[in-house]
């Protein structure tokens, strides 16, 4: 009986819970002469998620999805043991867009005791959520080159929606020669153009209409860069008075470099724009590029 059959298995999708339950797997499909690709998640799975697992699979033959909150990335006064623990219906998703493994361990499989190695991200990590939530980024960068390793998948495919994270993990990949390629898939987005995303649960009625402010400041600041405003510390002042406005607490807004995520104070080219903001207790972030009219003009 091969490794994939001898799994337990949800939804009728092989889980493997251990390191060694996982290498055996993916060993078995590349000794069929299988690609990889790979989706970490935490879980909570949605449209999204789904948008991310049908790019992997038009990528390789076999794919597989972490479901993993992981506790490094999660600060003091964060909302860890809130965060939605929804596996059952995470396999269900998973066996629909043709999942061909769930890596679902425990905190003590991924960080057994004695564990004191971490991965310590550059200057891509210090600035805006980095900044707001100091370690995450450790924590992000620590698990995904953990998760790399095991699964040493040809593609691991990554949403946009954290542009940062997306970022600061393809510099991570680049810098320590990791042989999987990152992909970034464009962010998904609710009919009313709200980034998806599994903390949107935790939004009121009311907070969930303010927090269409966010696409909708974003959709402005696209239009009046691409009429020929240049000014980023108008477009953000715009963007920050829209989301307030909303009854938003905007904890950041920057537009940055796409590759560096170093502030710009003029659009004279490609460009994204950043956000975070709460409504109520719940943390959004999101971002768009921005391109001005004279590089538009010169096909940059």
């Given at each position: 009986?091969?490794?994939?059959?001898?799994?337990?298995?949800?939804?009728?999708?092989?889980?493997?819970?251990?390191?060694?339950?996982?290498?055996?797997?993916?060993?078995?499909?590349?000794?069929?002469?299988?690609?990889?690709?790979?989706?970490?998640?935490?879980?909570?799975?949605?449209?999204?998620?789904?948008?991310?697992?049908?790019?992997?699979?038009?990528?390789?033959?076999?794919?597989?999805?972490?479901?993993?909150?992981?506790?490094?990335?999660?600060?003091?006064?964060?909302?860890?043991?809130?965060?939605?623990?929804?596996?059952?219906?995470?396999?269900?998703?998973?066996?629909?867009?043709?999942?061909?493994?769930?890596?679902?361990?425990?905190?003590?499989?991924?960080?057994?005791?004695?564990?004191?190695?971490?991965?310590?991200?550059?200057?891509?990590?210090?600035?805006?959520?980095?900044?707001?939530?100091?370690?995450?980024?450790?924590?992000?960068?620590?698990?995904?080159?953990?998760?790399?390793?095991?699964?040493?998948?040809?593609?691991?495919?990554?949403?946009?929606?954290?542009?940062?994270?997306?970022?600061?993990?393809?510099?991570?990949?680049?810098?320590?020669?990791?042989?999987?390629?990152?992909?970034?898939?464009?962010?998904?987005?609710?009919?009313?153009?709200?980034?998806?995303?599994?903390?949107?649960?935790?939004?009121?009625?009311?907070?969930?209409?303010?927090?269409?402010?966010?696409?909708d400041a974003l959709r402005e600041a696209q239009d009046k860069a691409s009429a020929g405003e240049c000014d980023a510390a108008r477009l953000i002042a715009a963007i920050v008075g829209r989301v307030s406005d909303a009854g938003g607490r905007v904890d950041f807004v920057g537009i940055v470099d796409p590759e560096t995520?170093?502030?710009?104070?003029?659009?004279?080219?490609?460009?994204?724009?950043?956000?975070?903001?709460?409504?109520?207790?719940?943390?959004?972030?999101?971002?768009?590029?921005?391109?001005?009219?004279?590089?538009?003009?010169?096909?940059?």
């Amino acid at each position: 009986m091969s490794a994939e059959l001898s799994l337990p298995s949800l939804a009728g999708v092989p889980i493997a819970r251990s390191p060694d339950d996982l290498r055996t797997w993916t060993a078995t499909q590349r000794a069929s002469g299988r690609r990889i690709s790979f989706v970490p998640t935490m879980g909570a799975l949605h449209a999204g998620h789904m948008a991310l697992v049908d790019h992997a699979r038009e990528r390789a033959e076999a794919v597989v999805v972490s479901v993993f909150v992981n506790p490094l990335q999660f600060g003091p006064r964060e909302d860890l043991d809130a965060y939605p623990r929804t596996l059952p219906a995470d396999a269900e998703l998973c066996r629909a867009h043709g999942v061909g493994l769930i890596f679902a361990p425990t905190a003590a499989a991924m960080y057994p005791g004695g564990f004191e190695t971490h991965v310590e991200p550059g200057a891509l990590a210090e600035r805006w959520c980095g900044a707001s939530r100091p370690g995450h980024f450790r924590g992000v960068a620590t698990v995904v080159a953990k998760l790399l390793n095991l699964v040493m998948a040809d593609v691991a495919v990554f949403g946009e929606k954290d542009w940062q994270q997306l970022q600061v993990i393809a510099r991570m990949s680049r810098d320590l020669n990791h042989p999987t390629e990152i992909v970034g898939v464009p962010t998904l987005r609710e009919p009313d153009g709200l980034a998806l995303s599994s903390r949107n649960v935790f939004l009121t009625s009311e907070e969930r209409r303010g927090a269409r402010s966010i696409p909708d400041a974003l959709r402005e600041a696209q239009d009046k860069a691409s009429a020929g405003e240049c000014d980023a510390a108008r477009l953000i002042a715009a963007i920050v008075g829209r989301v307030s406005d909303a009854g938003g607490r905007v904890d950041f807004v920057g537009i940055v470099d796409p590759e560096t995520l170093v502030s710009c104070s003029s659009i004279d080219g490609p460009a994204q724009v950043l956000i975070a903001a709460y409504f109520g207790s719940t943390r959004l972030i999101d971002n768009a590029r921005l391109t001005s009219a004279q590089s538009r003009s010169v096909g940059v």
